[in-house]
C-alpha cells in the first residue's frame, strides 16, 4: 500500500464536513425545542414508557453520569494500547460527537409530533446510548481503521441501530431496559462482523505495537473506574421512574459488585502463579453491569442480580483467555479490545437472563417468546449490517493504515517529538544490545 494512500489532507475534512453540514440542514428541517405539550402519541425509548411526563431537568442528573461513560469511560477503557492513546480517546470523542447528532434524528423520525423531533433530556439519553453501540464496534476494530473509515461505519451502524430498536420496542414490545440486547450484543457482533470482513492476514501473529506498557494500562483503569461507577444510571436512566427505577439501580449496583470478586478470582485461577491479568481486570470487572441490563428493572431479587454478575464475571474472564485467542486463530476475527467478552457473551447472557425472568412472571406485561424475538432480531441486524458496513469499509479509498502502521498514533496524529526521540533511542538501545550478546 503506497504511504501517500493514509493521507487525511483532504478525504477526512471533506468528509467530516459534507456529514456536519447535511446534518444541520437535517436539524433544520426536523428539530425543535421540547415545549412541554403532546399532541400526540408519546415520548419512548421503547423499552420503557414513562407513566407519568418527568419535569425538564429531572433525568439531567443520570444523562450526566451516561455522558461521562460514553467520553471518559469508553474513551479511556481503549487507551491500553501503548502508542494509540491518542487515536482511542480522540476518534471516541469524534464519534461520539457525531454519533449523538445523528442518534437524536434517526430515533425522532420514528416518534415525530407535529413533524417535529422535539429534543427532551429523555431524547438525549437515548441519543447517547445509540453512540454506545459505536464505541463498542470502535473496539473490536481499534488500531486497524482510519477516522473516515470509522465515522461511514458511525452514519450505518446507528442507522441499522435505530431501525432494530423501534421493532425491538414497537413491535416486539421487549423489555430491555439497560440494553444488553439492543446496545451491547449489537455493537459487539457489528464490531466482530466488521474485523471479520477488514481481516489482515499480516497481522495473524500479532504486532509490536499491539500490547500495553505499564502507564497505558493505568490510563485505561481510569476508563474501568468511570464505568464501573456509573453503569447503575446507564441502566436505570430510561427505568420508569420512582420504585421500578430504584430497582434498577440496586440490581445494577450488586451485579457489579459480584462481578468484580468473580473476575479476580477466575483471573488468579488461568494466569500463571496466581497472578492477576490487568487485561481481565479492566474489562471482565464490567461484564455484570451489561449482563444484567435486560432484567435489571424486574423483581428478580438482590442474590438474582449478583448471580448474574457473577455468572458474567467468570465468562467474560475465561473468554479473554481462550475464546479471543481462537476466534483470530481459527475464525479470522481480530477483536483487538475483546468486545465479545465484555459485551457480546455477557450481552447475550443478559438477553437470556430476561428471558427467564419473564418467563417466571418477573415482569407484568412481559412475554418471554418476543423477549427471544428481541434478541434474535439484535444479532440478526448486527451480523448482517456489520458485514455490509465492513465490505463498505474494505473498500481501498478511505486511507486505512498498512499493516505496519497499525496501532500507532503517528499516521494520523502530530506526536510531540519528545514521544518520537524517546522511541527511537529505545529502539536504538535495544538494537545495541541485542548486538552485545553474543
Known amino acids: 500500500m503506497p504511504a501517500f494512500a493514509t493521507n487525511m489532507r483532504m478525504k477526512f475534512p471533506i468528509i467530516a464536513l459534507a456529514l456536519e453540514i447535511t446534518t444541520i440542514i437535517l436539524f433544520a428541517v426536523f428539530v425543535t425545542y421540547d415545549d412541554g405539550k403532546k399532541s ?14 418527568p419535569k425538564p431537568m429531572e433525568l439531567y442528573p443520570m444523562f450526566q453520569d451516561v455522558h461521562v461513560m460514553i467520553f471518559i469511560g469508553f474513551g479511556f477503557l481503549m487507551t491500553f494500547l501503548k502508542r494509540y492513546g491518542f487515536s482511542s480517546v480522540g476518534f471516541n470523542l469524534l464519534l461520539a460527537a457525531f454519533g449523538l447528532q445523528w442518534g437524536l434524528l434517526t430515533q425522532g423520525l420514528w416518534h415525530l409530533e407535529d413533524g417535529k423531533i422535539k429534543v427532551t433530556i429523555f431524547k438525549i439519553i437515548n441519543a447517547d446510548f445509540s453512540t454506545a453501540t459505536v464505541l463498542i464496534s470502535f473496539g473490536a476494530v481499534l488500531g486497524k481503521t482510519s477516522p ?13 441501530f435505530s431501525i432494530n430498536e423501534h421493532l425491538v420496542v414497537t413491535f416486539f414490545e421487549a423489555n430491555d431496559v439497560g440494553a444488553s ?13 466488521v474485523a ?26 481510569i476508563g474501568t ?9 446507564f441502566n436505570s436512566a430510561i427505568a420508569d421512574p420512582g420504585l421500578t427505577q430504584l430497582t434498577a439501580v440496586i440490581n445494577t449496583y450488586l451485579s457489579l459488585a459480584a462481578c468484580v470478586l468473580s473476575a479476580y478470582a477466575i483471573s488468579s485461577l488461568v494466569e500463571h502463579k ?27 431479587g438482590p442474590y438474582g ?23 483470530a486463530s481459527k475464525l479470522g476475527i481480530q477483536d483487538t479490545c475483546g468486545v465479545h467478552n465484555l459485551h457480546g457473551m455477557p450481552g ?49 479509498f478511505w486511507g486505512q493504515p498498512p499493516d505496519q502502521n497499525c496501532y500507532d498514533d503517528s499516521i494520523y496524529w502530530e506526536v510531540p517529538e519528545e514521544e518520537e526521540e524517546h522511541e527511537e533511542s529505545l529502539a536504538h538501545a535495544d538494537h545495541s544490545k541485542n548486538k552485545a550478546e553474543p
Open 148 to 160: 473516515v473509515q470509522l465515522l461511514i461505519m458511525t452514519i450505518l451502524e446507528i442507522t441499522l
Open 181 to 193: 440486547m439492543i446496545i451491547h450484543a449489537f455493537g459487539a457482533y457489528f464490531g466482530l462482523a
Open 348 to 396: 447475550i447472557l443478559g438477553g437470556l437472563a430476561g428471558i427467564v425472568a419473564v418467563a417466571l412472571g418477573k415482569k407484568a406485561g412481559g412475554n418471554a417468546a418476543m423477549q427471544a424475538a428481541a434478541l434474535a432480531s439484535s444479532l440478526g441486524f448486527a451480523l448482517v449490517g456489520g458485514a455490509i458496513t465492513g465490505f463498505i469499509m474494505k473498500l481501498p
Open 196 to 221: 471479520r470482513v477488514l481481516y489482515r492476514p499480516g497481522l495473524s501473529n500479532g504486532h509490536d505495537n499491539e500490547g500495553s506498557v505499564y502507564h497505558s494500562d493505568l490510563f485505561a483503569m
Open 40 to 53: 400526540h402519541g408519546h415520548d419512548s425509548h421503547g423499552n420503557e414508557t414513562h407513566h407519568e411526563e
Open 274 to 300: 496466581g497472578k492477576l491479568d490487568m487485561v481481565h481486570i479492566q474489562n471482565a470487572t464490567l461484564a455484570g453491569g451489561v449482563a444484567v441490563g435486560t432484567c435489571a428493572d424486574m423483581d428478580i
Open 305 to 327: 442480580a449478583m448471580l448474574i454478575g457473577f455468572v458474567a464475571g467468570i465468562i467474560s474472564t475465561l473468554g479473554f483467555k481462550y475464546l479471543t485467542p481462537i476466534l
Open 225 to 233: 473506574v468511570f464505568l464501573w461507577m456509573f453503569w447503575p444510571s
